[in-house]
């Protein structure tokens, strides 16, 4: 298993500066915020940002993220533009994925929540936006990962729906992200995993979470593996039992991080990390 660090566990930090991180700390990959990538091209080329990763021998494995891609009505065109913006992107940098993030539910005309939305209607608009996507990024060689969200807002929650609507898409190219806070957040069940084809499991996101109910989980909330109340063994043999042994990439939006010294975040969120991880899986 491949250990990456996540650009918004240093959400201040530069791009330069996660890479340097990363490897100092023991990481051999980072999962990119969309957002520094743009930063950083204000005065750079993606030929410089190549070069810099291969240096401090960082592999790019996503970009985070494509967000609230459905239910967009006249504005999807934007959705479709980001897409291959970054599908251009992550083929230049040699980046296999990009994070596709759901929306919230449906509202109506008065902007009011539609309560008991039809599922087969959630279903049927993510299938057609995936395939969609799926056509814009697949010439790229870029993976869609799709994340479930554990807020009570969002229209896909759990590792079941997630999984029935990649079921349905039937894309080489998408396959589904599993997030340790979402999960709980959400409220799934572990065993929803046991039909998850391996293969179709693009990235596993780790983190952890201070002690509040399931209502009250935000992502400011998050904190390092291993120092909060998630269940990471049952998660980790959970995965290890289906077959997974990809990426595990550290994802935290603690603002509380964000002002550390950014080497010392990574090396303790590397440490805390690995000695979760490590007895279910052979760290690359």
């Given at each position: 298993?491949r ?13 330069e ?38 240096k ?37 940098l ?12 449906p509202r109506?005309?008065?902007g009011?929540?539609?309560?008991n939305?039809p ?26 990962a ?13 590792p079941r ?19 340790a806070c979402?999960f709980y ?21 780790i ?15 998050r904190l390092?593996p291993?120092?909060?109340i998630l ?28 002002e ?5 975040l ?8 690995r ?10």
């Amino acid at each position: 298993m491949r250990l990456a660090y996540h650009g918004s566990t240093s959400m201040k930090s530069n791009i330069e500066t996660d890479i340097l991180s990363a490897s100092k700390a023991g990481f051999t990959a980072l999962e990119i915020k969309e957002h520094k990538i743009d930063d950083y091209l204000i005065d750079h080329s993606l030929h410089d940002l190549k070069v810099l990763l291969r240096k401090y021998a960082i592999e790019p494995t996503s970009i985070n993220a494509l967000e609230f891609v459905a239910f967009q009505g006249e504005k999807y065109q934007r959705v479709r533009d980001y897409c291959l913006k970054y599908s251009r992107i992550a083929s230049e940098l040699g980046c296999g994925a990009i994070v596709v993030v759901p929306s919230p539910t449906p509202r109506s005309l008065a902007g009011e929540e539609i309560l008991n939305y039809p599922w087969h209607l959630v279903v049927d608009e993510y299938v057609n936006v995936l395939k969609d996507l799926s056509d814009i990024s697949k010439p790229y060689g870029v993976n869609l990962a799709f994340e479930f969200l554990g807020f009570g807002w969002c229209s896909i929650r759990t590792p079941r729906g997630a999984y029935e609507i990649v079921q349905k898409v039937s894309r080489e190219n998408v396959g589904l992200n599993f997030d340790a806070c979402h999960f709980y957040g959400g409220g799934g069940l572990l065993s929803e995993m046991d039909i998850v084809d391996p293969n179709k499991l693009i990235t596993f996101h780790i983190n952890d979470l201070d002690d509040v109910p399931k209502e009250a989980f935000t992502d400011s909330i998050r904190l390092m593996p291993g120092l909060g109340i998630l269940p990471l063994k049952d998660i980790c043999m959970k995965l290890k039992e289906i077959g997974y042994d990809g990426v595990c990439t550290v994802e935290l939006f603690r603002p509380e991080y964000w002002e550390w010294d950014p080497y010392q975040l990574a090396k303790e969120c590397y440490e805390n990390t690995r000695k979760v991880v490590s007895p279910y899986f052979k760290i690359e």
